[in-house]
């Protein structure tokens, strides 16, 4: 589980740290995270992304060279205009653009990222450094026999990998040989990431050592869904591959179990959820390739039963339709985070949803949120407020942090709304009749409707 998050001139921090251990270094199992609007919640949550994205750039650069070759239609672009349209294609940026992307505006420093975890009863931690666009830094700590070790650590002045990782010298050859090809425009984890794409498991497991795969294993199955300026994006391991496109798409006949199985799930989850579905289901067509399917609601509407396309449902009902693969992914026994659960799901609806997860919880759930309802519900170590001081540094505390400690009589949310632990909006006095009026005298006139867009 995940034990902590670092972060250094990443995003809207110059540093700050989300400490999710209890006493004796045990991670927290539910976690959820409170700020003001711009306090960085959804950027503290794209770390991880930034993380997962950052495993697959080599992997995604050799399919990115693939298809220019058989694209030739391409050809007549330029290699960087090439580039864009086909990692457009892909879905992926180079390590690069991730850097740009993540990097603190105005920073001047390097940027960092470290992910501390627990697994089997050891503490581990996962670490990367970029001066520019491309990573100066690299290390792995996790078991070494019975002590916590460094798998691997590179940097400028060379690499250190420990014999304990290997079972193979010619396999350590050809990955120390891939790293002085690679490194510093791809990550050593991306390396290994790709080896996995490249070669398969009983190989790796007989070549790497257990410590090391089950690092890497642990943070392939890291889910998220986190805000994005044009929506929202994220990564989820479930058993089941059909969890990915829950609305609608097209399957080989032979997955058509799969679905049945993720249909039953979501007629459960839903029916149990909203007193008008009274079911939930997929219409299917068969293809040249096997099946089409599309999610539908049959809901209670003025005394008919009427079947609902999932296109035509609510925001807050497709929001839940995108949140049920992580639930999921949690309580089977995964990290998993997501970005502002409550955003267009009724309050009362997601404190019963959260209460029902936590009471089957096998892995650990983070998230960002502003329901405040659920306050009188969660365990104060369970809540944690990103505070903003007047000069714009910022940290990130759990309510038993606080100087004046809240005892079990005290209502988290009450002291919450009061200012007690900040995290909450201040607004000054605000005339929206005077703003209207100083706009009118600045541009000369009366507005005209005719002069709005």
């Not at 902590?4 to 995003?11: A, E, G, Q, T």
């Not at 299917?284 to 999932?310: A, C, E, M, R």
């Not at 026994?333 to 309050?347: A, F, K, S, Y």
Request: hydrophobic residues 35%.
């Amino acid at each position: 589980m995940l034990s902590y998050i670092r972060l250094r001139d990443f995003k809207s921090f110059s540093f700050i740290e989300l400490d999710l251990r209890k006493a004796y270094g045990e991670p927290k199992e539910c976690v959820f995270i409170y700020g003001e609007n711009g306090s960085g919640k959804s950027n503290l949550m794209s770390s991880i992304a930034f993380l997962r994205l950052s495993f697959e750039t080599l992997s995604r650069n050799i399919e990115l060279t693939k298809i220019s070759k058989d694209l030739e239609e391409l050809e007549s672009l330029s290699e960087e205009m090439r580039e864009r349209v086909i990692f457009g294609i892909l879905g992926a940026s180079n390590l690069s653009s991730l850097v740009k992307n993540h990097q603190m505006i105005g920073s001047e420093g390097p940027m960092s990222l470290e992910l501390g975890f627990r697994l089997e009863g050891y503490d581990g931690s996962y670490f990367m450094e970029f001066s520019g666009t491309q990573i100066v830094r690299e290390e792995l700590n996790y078991r070494i026999r019975k002590r916590q070790g460094k798998l691997f650590s590179l940097d400028a002045n060379g690499k250190t990998l420990s014999p304990t990782i290997f079972q193979n010298k010619e396999y350590k050859n050809e990955l120390e040989e891939n790293i002085d090809k690679y490194w510093g425009k791809h990550t050593f984890m991306a390396i290994l990431f790709n080896e996995m794409k490249q070669k398969n498991a009983k190989y790796l497991a007989k070549n790497l050592g257990k410590s090391l795969l089950t690092a890497i294993d642990w943070l392939d199955s890291i889910s998220y869904l986190c805000r994005q300026p044009k929506g929202e994006m994220g990564k989820v391991r479930t058993p089941f591959k059909v969890f990915i496109d829950l609305e609608e798409g097209t399957a080989p006949s032979k997955d058509k179990a799969n679905l049945e199985v993720a249909e039953e799930a979501l007629n459960t989850f839903f029916t149990r959820l909203y007193s008008d579905v009274k079911k939930v289901f997929y219409k299917y067509k068969s293809t040249d390739n096997g099946i089409s399917y599309k999610l539908y609601f049959s809901k209670l509407i003025n005394g008919k039963n009427l079947d609902i396309p999932v296109d035509l449902e609510s925001t807050g009902t497709r929001k839940l339709l995108h949140v049920f693969p992580i639930l999921f992914a949690a309580v089977a026994g995964q990290t998993v985070l997501i970005d502002e659960i409550d955003n267009g799901i009724h309050d009362l609806l997601i404190c019963n949803l959260m209460e029902y997860v936590s009471e089957s919880l096998n892995g650990q759930f983070i998230a960002t949120t502003h329901n405040t309802l659920l306050l009188e519900k969660l365990p104060a170590e369970n809540v944690y407020m990103i505070v903003v001081d007047p000069e714009g540094n910022k940290e990130i505390l759990s309510i038993v942090d606080y100087e004046k400690r809240t005892q079990k009589t005290n209502n988290i949310r009450k002291r919450y709304l009061d200012g007690a632990y900040d995290g909450i909006p201040y607004t000054g006095y605000l005339d929206f009749q005077e703003l209207v009026d100083d706009v009118k005298v600045a541009i000369g006139k009366d507005l005209d409707p005719e002069d709005s867009l």
